[in-house]
């Protein structure tokens, strides 16, 4: 497209770009998925004993390779398999996974969890049920269809009755399923689409035993690792002979420019790295980017054009229409998990190293760890174990592969590996800085004829992927595994494009991806990808042009948007909100934004009040109304805490976020260099959902960052006249913004 | 013989004064309660009462609160006799992870024993030093005002 010519114009923010639409007649969208027979993960994994089984003392185990993040998986999977089973939820037991145990799903990420995983299970019991009721016909003699079955106890007509427990005898689910048993009606359902009580939270209240921080093996030793000042830094010279001489201290374990400290006791291990660091010399690259210079950079590099979409433009030469462009900014924002990532290994006699990870991709992380350490993939086994929230890929599966390391120095001993804060703010892979510029035709009405999007990004995937190079430490052995190379997601979900193709329809849409090949900083997967960046871009230029239009911003977007779910989100939400009549305050305004996540998934309005402080700058937003549509609602609680917990996160982005980082290191080392939203902070927020039982399963956990972060820039908008594009809206900024 | 008196038994911690009480409890103790958030009293996470005040278990040397009483999260009830306030949070549903919960009932805990019955502003700023990454604040915050009431 003739706009990327003018890459320093858009860098510089001209006012209105002047675009030189290319005609393209084709469309560069891809077909969805290919047709599907059977629901979600069954289609990988179809034996029924795969995901379920009957087991003695009146059990059910649930086999599920979706683990549970504090998203409440685990317990809406639960509720479905109890419903179409027919047994109480506490005859449930979940494995999750484990990858000995349990179907290969995969990673648990892009709110696939409830599509892939929740739509499986839920065909899976609907199955075993039917078998059962077969078998129990058999048994007592009569029609299946006359049967009816509570808590898994199948009874007759005539009063006979048989348990599931004494039906099977073995095998009888080493089927592969159908897709032809039938899901219950919404009426008489027991557990689906309404709130039950999460299943892990008595454990978290109490301190009962279920973070892997909580593992202590016998024998269990702890590990840390001495990480570099900076990205690339090399190992000059260590003189470690005075910590291995501490007593307690079991190794020291250098391997290039890894360093690591296996100790009896935490403490030491800590010490033992603090006194290491003192007595380590380091190679420090001495140029780089810094979180200035980044969008720059970005625009600098030569990258992997991409046309997501091409339409004929209207001509613009047939009738002037007015042109106006903007361009918003997002810098790295950290997945920040309040604990800090942790693993433990053992490496056992026959060879198999064990580990307990809080991976959201057990799978392939073994597979990348197996690669690290030059052995089999069947030599690694990963479990999974819950941890702090991680909001996408933070440094979950770096620990793993220290843990691996670490243990193959002490075979036979467990080592527990936790990062320190430092290290986990510094060294995790963030979700990366974008500029995103758009630009628009409109007509006399003020209504837009012509829409486009260019995006400029690095990668946001380099998840394990069972390569060793994506592991932290891999990077730096004295045979280093080499960094894979980066790369975009597709359609349908795409990575930094993800939701860059807008919802609305105009009379022509282009949408361009500068996909950047290379890193400034460690980037990876944060919760929404590029769909953060790219709907706050939309939903703020918009709003820019409703402004211009001098049209209500929610009639203006409705002006623009035919998907009649996604009209019913929006109004919904303005009505929560009470939009129509709302009444400004000195230095109060408001604020909406709306997206469906990934143009496939959840539809989610926000509408936001904010305050203005004129002298200080200071943002505070006073309430929240969002309203979200995920399909059909398995735990209407569920969703909420979801969707509420997105807001908030976005909030604290928006406003607060970005890390510091430069050739030296990343500056952003603790919480009080990388503040995030605290309690008094967070204001009033009311979610409602408008359930659609019988329709797919969207998920929800990645459907409000972005329409978050764009209502809180239209609201300041509204109640300063100021428009911010630059995230985060920190003090400083706003002032600036308020004296141009 | 240095003890260390924790939710009413007393430990001897012999040779571990120097050692951060958070690792004393967790390692040595097998107390899951209190996490390791920060180390460096910002997060909250690691928050036990010290004769009624919250304290920063991971700065704080286990050697400092010998013979004083110690409560930890553990000490508020049990998986399955949960005290007032955990009570409260299985109501409320108020967490994600959880990571943090420790730090957030304990600081709580000792709120409502100085001021039963706070504001909700009184609440947020009791919790501001506490962090939660998930953005559960809210149901938090509800949380504790439902154990305050029900008290």
Redesign the interface.
Known sequence: MGVSANRRDVLKGAGALVLGFEFVADSALAADAPGQKLPGDLNTTPKISSWLRVEEGGKIRLLVGKVELGQGVLTAVAQICAEELDVDMNRLVITSGDTRLVPDEGVTAGSFSMPNCGSAVRQVAAEARQILLGLAAKKLGVDAASLGVADGVVKAADGKTATYWDLVAGGEFEVDATGKAPIKAREGRRYVGKSAPRLDIPFKVSGARIFVQDLRPDGMLHGRVLRPPAYDSKLVSLDSSSVEKTAGVVKVVRNGSFVGVVAEREELAMDAVAELRAQAKWDVPTTGETQDTVYDWLLRQEPEDIHIRKEPVVSIAEKPRKVVGAVYRRPYHMHASIGPSTAVATLDADGVTHIQTHSQSVFETSIAIADMLGVDKSKVHCQHEQGSGCYGHNAADDAAADAALLAQAVPGRPVRVQWTRSDEHKWEPYGPAMVVSTAATTDEKGDIVDWMLELWSTSHGTRPGGKAGNLLAARYLEKPFALPKPVNGGPPNYAADRNAIAIYEFQSQNVTTHFIPTFAARASAERGLGAYANVFAIESFIDELAAAAGADAVEYRLRHLKDERGRAILQKAAEMFGWRDYKKTPGSGRGIGFARYKGLAAYCAVAMEVVVDRGSGKVRVTRVACANDCGEVVSPDGVKNQIEGGIVQSLSWTLKEAVRFGPGGVRSADWASYPILTFSEVPPITVELIDRPGTPFLGTGEASQGPTGAALANAVFDATGARLRDIPFTPARVKAALQA | MPALKVNGHSHDIDGLED??LL?VLR?DL????P??????A??G?CTVLVDGEPVRSCVTAAGVVVNQEIT???G????DK?GK??QA??AE?A????????GV?MRAKALLDQNPHPSEGE???A???????????????RAVLRAAAEA
Do not use: W
């Open positions: 050692a951060p690792f390692n097998k107390l899951n309660g996490k390791f958030g920060c180390g460096l910002q997060c996470a930890t999260l553990e508020l009830g049990s998986i949960p306030l955990q949070f299985i549903q967490m994600q992870c959880g990571y943090c919960v420790n009932i609440v947020r700023l919790l501001d030093g506490n962090l939660c990454r998930c953005g559960a604040h809210n149901r938090m915050v």
